[in-house]
Nanobody, 117 residues
């Protein structure tokens, strides 16, 4: 099984940028579809972006054109580049992995992103 550890969260002003990283260990990273979810206070966890083994991507409508998901299989790391951040992007962001072999799901511990002036 894979272990996922996020980093890169923090406080940023509206219009600013952050890059989140998700470091994977314990398994073959390329065997996993990767994604980012977020959960704001009082709201359900929601999908932000996904990247599949062939490199295709999927984004929530609310982040299209502002966020970019990517992965570096050589570094066992997935990324979420977030630009033009808005206060409504404030949430805990979670890294998510799904095994291509048995479709088991794995989650990181989350990293806080706060967008505020």
């Amino acid at each position: 099984q894979v272990q996922l550890v996020e980093s890169g969260g923090g406080l940023v002003q509206p219009g600013g940028s952050l890059r989140l990283s998700c470091a994977a260990s314990g398994s073959i990273f390329s065997n996993y579809f990767m994604g980012w979810y977020r959960q704001a206070p009082g709201k359900q966890r929601e999908l932000v972006a996904q990247i599949f083994s062939g490199g295709s991507t999927n984004y929530a409508d609310s982040v299209k054109g502002r966020f970019t998901i990517s992965r570096d299989n050589a570094k066992n790391t997935a990324y979420l580049q977030m630009n033009s951040l808005k206060p409504e992007d404030t949430a805990v962001y979670y890294c998510h992995g799904v095994s291509r072999i048995d479709y088991r799901e794995y989650w990181g511990q989350g990293t806080q992103v706060t967008v505020s002036s």
